[in-house]
């Protein structure tokens, strides 16, 4: 399966991605998650206002397959979410770098630091797909 891998984000090992805009991390889940999932059909969005812990699950993505916890990348406070997904949870598996779920305002940016880059997680994924956790 050919994923696509943004080069301008930063990758966990969950399967989530983190961008950086205007001082905010905007975060999502990766083509590799989608494709796992399927169908996406609902997404349950957090509170704002919120505090998350990187790491830690903050939301659920369900699909017709199985519902998928969705770990922070970054520790902060969630500021926006994305409410278009709730009429639309679809949109995760058309367009999943476009497609952010939450706005989290950085408590560390420097916690970036420890997430991989598309290179590092695009060999992750081949390393995973091919049993090798």
Known sequence: M??????????????????????????????????????????????????????????????????????APVSGEIVAVNEALEDEPEMLNGDPYGAWIVKIQPSDLSQLDALMDAAAYEAFVAAEEAGGH
């Open 2 to 71: 050919a994923y696509k891998f943004d080069p301008n984000v930063r990758y966990a090992k969950t399967h989530d991605w983190v961008r950086v805009e205007d001082g905010l991390a905007v975060c999502g889940i990766s083509d590799f998650a989608q494709h796992a999932l399927s169908d996406v059909v609902y997404v349950e969005l957090p509170e704002v206002g919120a505090g998350v812990s990187q790491g830690e699950v903050y939301t659920t993505v369900e699909s017709v397959k199985a519902a998928e916890e969705v770990f």
